[in-house]
């Protein structure tokens, strides 16, 4: 499985932002997928994860009610939309596919994408 991010870019605060995540080879259609990001000289944070059913989408609480995460089976891809951006929010944003476990922990995650590089400028 290889997946793909894309999407990132740099905005102004307060402007919106869509990142897709691509899979090619075998499909995630039945697996959870997850967003994460990373910004200079911190931890890797959770921002977002969807089920494979696509029910009971769970975020971080830094970015809850601002970002929107939905998945197209279809398209093999799942999306995070991002409202309201923030300086904060700059970082590298990874999407990965979870294979079991907690969906807010990186260690559930076994394949993970290139990253895509959000710049929010104040």
């Known amino acids: 499985v290889q997946l793909q991010a894309s999407g990132g870019g740099l905005v102004q605060a307060g402007s919106s932002l869509a990142l897709s995540c691509a899979a090619s080879?075998?499909?995630?259609?039945?697996?959870?997928v997850g967003w994460f990001r990373q910004a200079p000289g911190k931890e890797r944070e959770f921002v977002a994860a969807?089920?494979?059913?696509?029910?009971?989408?769970l975020y971080g609480d830094s970015v809850k009610d601002r970002f929107t995460i939905s998945r197209s089976s279809a398209e093999n891809t799942v999306y995070l939309q991002m409202n309201s951006l923030k300086p904060e929010d700059t970082a590298l944003y990874y999407c990965?596919?979870?294979?079991?476990?907690?969906?807010?922990?990186?260690?559930?995650?076994?394949?993970w994408g290139q990253g895509t590089l959000v710049t929010v400028s104040s």
């Open positions: 969807i089920k494979w059913s696509g029910e009971d989408p």
């Open positions: 990965a596919r979870s294979n079991r476990g907690s969906l807010s922990d990186e260690g559930s995650y076994d394949y």
């Open positions: 080879g075998r499909t995630f259609s039945r697996f959870a």
